[in-house]
């Protein structure tokens, strides 16, 4: 997929994986003419774990 971010047309490449305690993200902007990610997960992907239960909060 392609995105227009300042000016600038970049590429994204979006993975993740989720499951009840955790979400992992692999999001990455890359730059069409170099093929080289310049934003996002460059080095390891982004690991969200859960801390605590909102679900009572949410409405019926």
Do not use: H
């Amino acid at each position: 997929m392609s995105i227009l971010r300042s000016g600038e047309v970049c590429q994204v490449a979006l993975g993740f994986e989720v499951s009840a305690g955790e979400f992992i993200t692999y999001y990455q902007e890359i730059d069409p003419e170099t093929g080289k990610a310049f934003w996002g997960a460059l080095i390891e992907p982004y690991w969200f774990r859960k801390c605590q239960n909102w679900a009572a909060e949410l409405p019926q």
